[in-house]
């Protein structure tokens, strides 16, 4: 199976959670084939908002929610 990572990110209630406040907004950034890919994605869209601290971006391994017997790495 594809080491498949999923970026998305969107306003959330508190900066330390990850409680999004409207999830028809939420910005998928998109799905990537390996986390390198992933994360230099995550980082642009994070640094697009650094000045919004209710704004937060997050990489989903998808391939373990598809397999949770994957290990990791």
Do not use: C
Not at 13 to 23: A, C, E, R, T
Not at 57 to 73: A, C, F, K, M, N
């Amino acid at each position: 199976m594809n080491k498949m990572h999923l970026v998305m990110g969107g306003r959330v209630k508190d900066p330390q959670g990850l409680d999004f406040v409207d999830l028809k907004a939420v910005d998928l950034v998109g799905v990537f084939p390996d986390y390198a890919s992933a994360e230099e994605a995550w980082r642009a869209s994070a640094q697009r908002t650094v000045d919004d601290a209710e704004m937060r971006y997050v990489i989903v391994h998808l391939h373990r929610l598809l397999d949770p017997s994957e290990p990791e790495g």
